[in-house]
């Protein structure tokens, strides 16, 4: 299992889309339009090297170090096979 945190999206939607628009939208709509942007590049990558699987995206887990955190407000937002 690999599990992959996005710490600056609003920077990425602010370089793609413009300062306004960062500043419009809050931080959790930043987080869900970069990782819906890398897990569908992800899916497109992984299945040009013919693998199979899923991608989830998770609310409520976080890393500190070496020990995985889960939050009692958990939840798997979407669930993509490939």
Avoid at 12 to 40: C, H, N, R, W, Y
Avoid at 58 to 64: I, M, P, T, W
């Amino acid at each position: 299992m690999i599990l992959l945190k996005i710490t600056n999206a609003s920077d990425v939607v602010a370089s793609k889309a413009g300062k306004l628009f960062e500043k419009m939208t809050p931080e959790m709509i930043d987080q869900k339009l970069v990782e819906s942007q890398v897990i569908q590049q992800m899916i497109d990558q992984l299945q040009l090297e013919g693998l199979k699987g899923q991608i989830s995206s998770v609310k409520g887990l976080d890393l500190a170090d070496d020990t995985l955190i889960t939050n009692s407000s958990f939840k798997i937002r979407t669930t993509k096979t490939f």
